[in-house]
């Protein structure tokens, strides 16, 4: 229901609509058109949604002001009569039960069994053959059997999501007038008279705050950012691919999900969706499922390698002994004595991309990278030598709050001399030491950044909560329920750009 900040806040309850309100004849997409990431919203999750926010968006409708009612009544014994009711408010509101249908032509939703409490103030005046007469007071009116029926339609409209008003309404059943003070036929002329205009004005004010909180909604589903910033190197691209796809109980939607560069940096545009085979979950059922294609990985490892984020020179590790000439004396004899007790550090850049292989339970990958033994002489730097390394690492995904973490470890590695200015390095004498590199150095670096993740496509305010997650055919599956974590106002969260709330979680 499109309603005003004064009625049933859309940062509530429309958003409620927004995840309920798709069409069920989806069109048939090509695999190219799919998603890299699809986030699936259970029956479950539809329910634990519905009742969150169907109650924060009832404690925020009330107050509503209704337009004054002025009617000429003609009453038995009395005659005519001149009756305003004025400061007519809604204070308070209670729903009764609801449920989703899907049809062809969108989602209805009914929220039915609503009641409301009402006060207002009356006037009323008449002539006599004598003097005139008037009277003044106050009554509450308490408004039950209020139903409130939309159908709805959500659909992809250039990456974002587009919220559509097919038919809408609101009805009131009965009402109940209680005054305080007036006379006796007053109260049985006002009910007669004022029953329906009463009944007609909560209608007509609902439903036009219906249309406007629409119109509100799907103007906020416009502006949400198609990106979400991960740091000053990439974003993660989260613009719809599809119009989301609905059934009885679930909800599909489908985003793009690759990783894009930041600044100048080239992004990644030769992914292609390849056909998996579906996995799911083996525990209890749970609200959300959010699946991840391996080319989501691969496409963040293509960025960074590009933005040259992969390189760096280490001038600090644990085992001291390998960054002085005086450790590399058994291993490297002619650098000590070329260079004896000098300062060495290690470059290292990785010289490809890294590709990701998920398969089952775990994640696989290679890393090609160069190592140049650098020494600084007498304040000059000093190329000695470039050792090729060729490390192969399987690693784990992991959940921290909202974020998708990971980490791996070395299961081997091979190792060559690419170029030497010192002379033929005896490899095997290396290999003790590019070990200790790998093990203190480079994958502890590598899963330091990795334990960072990025955030996964859950709304500010809550958190995923009894997460299970599968590895299997080059996909990562998530199955997460939700909780409410109350650190948000919804209102104020989708007054502000949705993706730094995201990210200050």
Known sequence: MGLSPKLMAPSAFLIVLALLSVPTNARNNSIEDDGFISVFISSKGLGFVKDL???????????????????????????????????????????????????????????????????????????????????????????????????????????????????????????????????????????????????????????????????????????????????????????????????????????NGLFTAKKNVPAPNNYHKEHRVPISCTGPPKMIEISLDENVFNSATSVYFKAHFMNWVVDKMPDKSLLNTDGWKYIVPQLYSQYPNDVVNLNISVSSQPVLKIADDKVDTTIYSDMIIDVLDSGEVIQVACISLVINATGSVHISKNNLTGSFGLTGFTMSLKWSNIGDLEMHQVQAAMSTVIDTVILPYLNLHLEKGFPLPVLPGFTLENTEIVCKSSQVMVCSDVVHTGEYDLYKLLSLPLWVNMLSI
């Open 53 to 255: 926010l169907l109650h924060k968006a009832v404690s925020s409708l009330t107050p509503i002001e209704l337009k004054p009612i002025e009617k000429i009544v003609k009453i038995p014994l009395v005659g005519q009569v001149d009756i305003l009711l004025s400061d007519i408010t809604i204070q308070s509101v209670g729903v009764g039960t609801s449920y989703v249908s899907s049809g062809d032509a969108g989602v209805v939703i009914v929220a039915s069994g609503g009641t409301a409490n009402m006060t207002m103030n009356w006037r009323y005046s008449y002539d006599t053959w004598l003097f005139p007469i008037s009277d003044k007071g106050a009554a509450t009116v308490l408004v039950e059997g209020m139903a409130m029926e939309l159908t709805l339609a959500l659909k992809d409209q250039n990456g974002t999501l587009s919220l559509s008003l097919i038919d809408w309404g609101c009805f009131v059943k009965d009402i109940f007038v209680k005054l305080d003070g007036g006379a006796t036929w007053f109260y049985q002329g006002l009910v007669d008279a004022f029953k329906e205009q009463i009944a007609t004005a909560v209608e007509e004010s609902v439903s036009k705050r219906i249309r406007e909180g629409i119109i509100k909604l799907d103007s906020l589903l416009q502006s949400v950012p198609k990106e979400i910033p991960i740091d000053h190197v990439a974003a993660l691209n989260v613009t719809f691919v599809k119009d989301p796809v609905s059934s009885n109980s679930s909800i599909d939607f489908e985003i």
